[in-house]
């Protein structure tokens, strides 16, 4: 087993939240990437594929090729950008929003027994600390 460091416990936590998310999806017919995607697009203020790809978690490959089978699947659809021809906005169809709202419960269930385990306050101050540690893995590197 590597020596424990920051990057290898995130991976193992994030993995086995992620395995365990999925496991519960799995039981709705609906993969980890597709639960991701319909996440991020009920806000319902459209995403270009750039954006999604990006809060998904995806490569650009992949994003494509889920977008393109959930379109087909009437879960999410496309729409000309508003200000730009060459690109694409996605958008969560109103049966994809009642499958997301069907699921959302299963996969706060699953988040809730992490919650359990641990804390409500502790979860969050593990969360606030997480997007501290995102943001500035955002940030440019000096030169």
Not at 61 to 73: F, I, L, N, Q, S
């Amino acid at each position: 087993m590597p020596r424990p460091n920051l990057e290898y416990m995130l991976a193992v936590a994030s993995h086995r939240m992620s395995q365990a998310l999925a496991a519960e999806l799995a039981g709705h017919g609906i993969a980890l990437e597709h639960w991701r995607i319909l996440t991020n697009l009920a806000d319902d203020a459209g995403w270009t594929m750039t954006e999604l790809a990006e809060a998904a978690l995806l490569s650009m490959p992949t994003a494509t090729r889920t977008v393109d089978h959930m379109v087909g699947e009437a879960l999410i659809y496309r729409a000309p950008h508003g200000s730009d021809r060459r690109k694409v906005v996605v958008f969560i169809s109103d049966k994809g929003r009642s499958l997301w709202s069907q699921i959302r419960l299963s996969a706060d269930r699953c988040e809730q027994s992490i919650v359990e385990q641990y804390g409500d306050v502790w979860i969050k101050q593990l969360v606030k600390r997480l997007e501290h540690v995102a943001e500035a893995g955002q940030a440019k590197p000096r030169r």
